[in-house]
């Protein structure tokens, strides 16, 4: 008869000594991290079937409906009954990981077995791998649902100009509709701004894990080369070529990259990594206060100059500036002394190694597939496939004293070394600079070479991006890009985190607002059992 009063006055005490978290949390779709939703989900507040049904309200609302991002190219048909499953899981046994449970895209050209993987190109729609890539397989083991394959720039075809690829057409940027997600990982970056998964994968040869990210306000990394294995993704350069974890906080890409990063005998490029990873996942390095005493040298060689990139460069000076307020030593210019832009117009190697690469992805498919290699790619693709393929099948037959290609090996080793070298030099833990300088460009403008900076790339070296603001007139968004020596993403993750939390610029787009039941209240596990006590 007593016992209800008491209780009431126990919860009270409950929650003036463990402070405002006791007295009730909240929850939002759009604003959480990997670590809400666990605690969510610990709490009972919220289960793996609840998130898969939030976000495919989203996907129902504003990719084919409302503004029509259009980014999704297969919904995973089984993704709340993997959801139901998860949570019977979890209630037994526990979670596998932070991803247990929690939605994941992926950029179209990570094989699934279970999904089609048409890497944005028409004659593929129907193409069934075998076998999942190494990543997916990872993430799988780590609880996380596949919800969607998204769209991408057509690998192998010529779509209509503006549009991303031959299987879905144009997909938009949730910041402004009229402007493009970026090539190639558009799709990953439209869909997590949109808020249509909780983190996603893109990748690049050149720009494309950077580039969405930076055009759509996310967090990404593009990792040391050989970090993460790229078994089963469809690649143009077998040396180029990265898998790049993307999400809406530093926390979510840090959690991500510590699930599919690692060794794999599929990718000998990987061989580097054992050793050379820490033992406690990357999360862990996250401290609000890292970037007191952190020593950030930047790096003018990568400042365009011109009035079009003074409000881009304002939002990354004036980046630079907080990370000082915050007590980060600051060496200010660093400078290779080379002439960077002109040498990373002629650098790449990914036209070289595209068909050879091409074979390695097509073999993998099995003797089934609708294109098994370059040959049948350029014979049923017909008109559609890029003249550049044809010209380079025609052209190149190997590249063991190709004299172009082994120059630009050498210049990117010799730019790799001057970065380190340069690190070295003045003792730093990062080199900060614009990724670019432009916001996105309209769907259909002429692609503008000033806002490529593809160094990260062609060196190997990791790079993280964070945002740094908006440009005025277009609401483009604009990327600060913190880039370091092999293997020292704990830094790089740390150095962002740090800076993603006192300078809190990151906003959600104008057009996918938050829909009903996204945002609740809840009570946390530790308030809850003190609560009950007796």
């Known amino acids: 008869m007593h016992r209800f009063p008491r209780l009431l006055r126990t919860a009270a005490l409950a929650a003036a000594l463990l402070g405002p978290a006791a007295r ?3 929850f939002d779709l759009q604003t959480a991290t990997l670590a809400e939703i666990n605690a969510a989900m610990d709490a009972g507040a919220l289960t793996a079937e609840k998130l898969v049904s939030l976000y495919l309200a989203r996907i129902a609302a504003y990719d084919r409906a409302g503004p029509r991002i259009n980014a999704i190219i297969t919904l995973n048909p089984r993704a709340l009954e993997t959801a139901r499953a998860l949570d019977a899981e979890r209630a037994a046994k526990g979670p596998r990981s932070p991803l247990h449970g929690v939605p994941v895209v992926l ?6 077995e279970d999904m089609p993987t048409t890497c944005g190109f028409l004659p593929l729609k129907d193409s069934r791998p075998l076998h999942d890539a190494t990543v997916v397989r990872r993430l799988r083991a780590a609880g996380a649902i596949i919800l969607a394959k998204v769209n991408l720039s057509d690998w192998f075809g010529t779509p ?11 997909t938009l940027n949730p910041y402004n509709l009229a402007l493009t997600p970026g090539g190639s990982s558009g799709g990953t970056g439209a869909a997590l701004a949109a808020g249509f998964a909780q983190v996603g994968l893109g990748s690049e040869t050149g720009v494309s894990i950077r580039n969405p990210t930076s055009n759509n306000s996310l967090v990404g990394l593009a990792p040391t080369r050989g970090l993460i294995p790229r078994a089963g993704m469809t690649m143009t350069s077998f040396a180029q070529e990265r898998c790049g974890p993307m999400g809406r906080s530093v926390h979510d890409v840090a959690v991500l990259t510590g699930i599919v990063a690692g060794f794999d005998a599929e990718d000998l490029l990987t061989i580097g990594s054992p050793g050379r990873t ?26 365009r100059q011109g009035p079009d990139h003074t409000e881009g460069v304002a939002l990354v000076e004036k980046a630079i500036a907080a990370m000082r307020a915050a007590g980060a030593v600051i060496i200010e210019p660093v400078s290779t002394g080379l002439d960077l832009f002109t040498l990373l117009a002629d650098t790449r190697t990914n036209y070289y190694e595209a068909q050879f690469s091409y074979d390695l992805y097509f073999r993998r498919l099995g003797p089934g597939a609708p294109i098994r290699n370059v040959e049948e790619l ?44 340069l690190m070295d030099r003045y003792r730093l833990d990062a080199l900060a600079y614009p990724f670019k300088s432009l916001p ?10 000033e806002k490529d900076n593809p160094f990260s ?9 964070v945002p740094a603001g908006y440009t005025a007139k277009e609401n483009g968004p604009i990327a600060l890009e913190l880039l370091g020596r092999p293997y020292s993403e704990p830094v790089l993750f740390a150095l962002a985190y740090a800076f993603e939390q006192l300078a809190g610029i990151r906003r959600p787009p104008p057009s996918t ?22």
């Open 24 to 26: 009730g949390a909240t």
């Open 107 to 112: 950029k179209d050209l990570f094989d699934t």
């Open 160 to 170: 209509p100009k503006g549009d991303q690829s031959t299987v879905l057409g144009r």
């Open 278 to 303: 820490p033992a406690a996942p990357y999360a862990s390095f996250l401290r609000k206060d890292a970037l007191r005493g952190a020593r950030i040298g930047v790096f003018r060689d990568l400042f």
């Open 378 to 421: 350029l014979a049923k693709g017909g008109e559609l496939v890029k003249p550049g393929i044809a010209k380079a099948h025609r052209e190149f037959r190997s590249l063991m004293h190709h004299p172009d290609y082994l120059a630009r090996r050498d210049t990117q080793e010799t730019l790799r070394d001057a970065a380190v070298a």
């Open 440 to 449: 996105p460009e309209p769907h259909l403008a002429e692609s503008n070479r």
């Open 457 to 465: 790339s062609v060196t190997g070296l990791p790079a993280v991006l």
């Open 513 to 534: 607002p938050p829909l009903p039941g996204e945002r609740f209240e809840y009570q946390p596990r530790t308030a809850a059992l003190a609560a009950t006590q007796p």
